[in-house]
């Protein structure tokens, strides 16, 4: 595994600023960096819709345990 991954999908919100839903396209792309055992997936997501534009940048991490 190379270790990028991307995604798109619907995002929704069922309250915004004006009392009313709405919904967008997110579109993800990120690189999963491997940290002696330690994996960090750093991920930077677009969403648009009509109302503008939002960006996300997320982190995470997942550590391994040892096969025995």
Not at 17 to 33: F, N, P, Q, R, T
Request: hydrophobic fraction near 45%; charge should be positive; glycine fraction near 14%.
């Amino acid at each position: 595994p190379s270790g990028v991954e991307f995604g798109a999908g619907p995002s929704f919100t069922i309250v915004n600023a004006e009392g009313h839903g709405a919904s967008a396209l997110a579109l993800a792309v990120g690189k999963s960096i491997d940290y002696d055992g330690v994996s960090i997936p750093l991920n930077l997501a677009v969403s648009t819709n009509k109302d503008g534009t939002r960006v996300s940048v997320l982190a995470g991490y997942a550590i391994r345990r040892a096969v025995r």
